[in-house]
T-cell receptor, first 117, second 114 residues
């Protein structure tokens, strides 16, 4: 069964601090995708990144970076020099292949990040 | 390009009343999803459509929930009758066929059942 665990329910940091959001996943599939989504107060889920199970290269996009480690089944997300606009709920998600050959998304419970000015 | 549109944004009803949510996906997106997001939780898939066919409705509580996507574009999700435990945000998402990995989400409908 697929499972995504985000152990940090809430995190508060002061502006300009770095912060890492943890994500641990479980799956029996050898092929899968991992995602991070941002959900600001407006409610709309915003796609941040997608990673497939065969690509363990870390990725950096501006102030965002992601560390994918298959050995520990983790896909952590770091925000460098946090800003107030980063305040949101962040979801890690896993997609598998179902019987139709398509994928379903399984979300973690989210981490609420508050950046204090 | 317009994103996924949902209406209404908010709905308050009394228990046992019916309620319906509407979703208009991104133009050209054949695949449409309905998710339910309970407070403090991540979204959970209720149903997935490929064009007008429901290809995965295993998580849809069929005793009170129904959905339709008659022309393969807009979709409606209905609850009848609503229960207190149905209070949640109902999210719609869309993607190109076979591209579940690139889902685009709407703003959701926040349902409160009193």
């Amino acid at each position: 069964a697929q499972k995504v665990t985000q152990a940090q329910t809430e995190i508060s940091v002061v502006e300009k601090e770095d912060v890492t959001l943890d994500c641990v996943y479980e799956t029996r599939d050898t092929t899968y995708y991992l995602f991070w989504y941002k959900q600001p107060p407006s409610g709309e889920l915003v796609f941040l990144i997608r990673r497939n199970s065969f690509d363990e290269q870390n990725e950096i996009s501006g102030r965002y970076s992601w560390n994918f480690q298959k050995s520990t089944s983790s896909f952590n997300f770091t925000i460098t020099a946090s800003q107030v606009v980063d305040s949101a709920v962040y979801f890690c998600a896993l997609s598998d292949l179902d019987q139709t050959g398509a994928n379903n998304l399984f979300f973690g419970t989210g981490t609420r990040l508050t950046v204090i000015p | 390009e317009a994103g996924v549109v949902q209406s209404p944004r908010y709905k308050i009803i009394e228990k046992k009343q019916p309620v319906a949510f509407w979703c208009n996906p991104i133009s050209g997106h054949n695949t449409l999803y309905w998710y339910r997001q309970n407070l403090g939780q991540g979204p959970e898939l209720l149903i997935r459509y490929e064009n007008e066919e429901a290809v995965d409705d295993s998580q849809l509580p069929k005793d009170r929930f129904s959905a339709e996507r008659l022309k393969g574009v807009d979709s409606t999700l209905k609850i009848q009758p609503a229960e207190l435990g149905d209070s949640a945000v109902y999210l719609c998402a869309s993607s190109l066929v076979g591209r579940v990995n690139e889902q685009f989400f709407g703003p959701g409908t926040r349902l409160t059942v009193l």
